[in-house]
């Protein structure tokens, strides 16, 4: 099955941009969608798709995607904004394009 | 405004079956083009999806546990479950339930989740 490779840590200064990576072959097939997850809460769809926000999500948070590598980006991060990051996507490997994968996640500090 | 909310046992002994359900509020688990996806937090660790059924009713299980999963739909009860078998110590973490879909572009984003449930396995 594929697998989404995510840095496991990222810390950003307040107020500056910080990018997140997702990287994975299915990334060259399918879309990402991006999760925040503070502690003890369940995780909140922040991006999916192209580049979509649910609704209530800063426009600070945007996506975007090239070759096997999604990217969500935080700019201006806020001192809210840390949290852990995960990507998903669809499977794309052999007959298990039904199935989803989801990135090691990312832990984001806010210096 | 749709919500989810898990219920079932918090502890469950080794080589037993986990069960648990998710209960849907403000909205039609039949309601197409969604799926209903059962996806797991081990203590410290990152989401493992699970698996999930399809509001036609098709299921769709991790490879990784597929032989000790059933995810199933109860309509009349706006409602879907999840039993995994042969339960071990490895199967200790926070489940949540979740929807995805509505687009082709949302199909695999979970814009909907319970606020999850913490099972234990131990004797």
């Known amino acids: 099955s594929s697998e989404l490779t995510q840095d496991p840590a990222v810390s950003v200064a307040l107020g500056q941009t910080v990018r997140i990576t997702c990287q994975g072959d299915s990334l060259r097939s399918y879309y990402a969608s991006w999760y925040q997850q503070k502690p003890g809460q369940a995780p909140v769809l922040v991006i999916y798709?192209?580049?979509n926000r649910p609704s209530g999500i800063p426009d600070r948070f945007s996506g975007s995607s090239s070759g096997n590598t999604a990217s969500l980006t935080i700019t201006g991060a806020q001192a809210e904004d840390e949290a852990d990051y995960y990507c998903?996507?669809?499977?794309?490997?052999?007959?298990?394009?039904?199935?989803?994968?989801f990135g090691g996640g990312t832990k984001l500090t806010v210096l | 405004q749709l919500q989810l909310q898990e219920s079932g046992s918090g502890l469950v002994k080794p080589s037993q079956t986990l069960s648990l359900t998710c209960a849907v509020s403000?909205?039609?688990?039949?309601?197409?083009?969604?799926?209903w996806s059962w996806i797991r937090q081990p203590p410290g660790k990152g989401l493992e999806w699970i698996g999930y059924?399809?509001?036609?009713?098709?299921?769709y299980y991790n490879p990784s546990l597929k032989s000790r999963v059933t995810i199933s739909v109860d309509r009349s009860k706006n409602q879907f479950s999840l039993k995994l078998s042969s339960v071990t110590a490895a199967d200790t973490a926070v489940y949540y339930c979740?929807?995805?879909?509505?687009?082709?572009?949302?199909?695999?984003?979970?814009?909907?989740w319970g606020q999850g449930t913490m099972v234990t396995v131990s004797s």
């Open positions: 979740a929807r995805a879909g509505g687009s082709w572009e949302a199909m695999d984003a979970f814009d909907i």
């Open positions: 059924i399809y509001h036609s009713g098709s299921t």
């Open positions: 403000g909205g039609s688990i039949s309601s197409g083009g969604y799926s």
């Open positions: 998903n996507s669809r499977d794309s490997s052999g007959n298990h394009r039904r199935y989803v994968v």
């Open positions: 798709g192209k580049n």
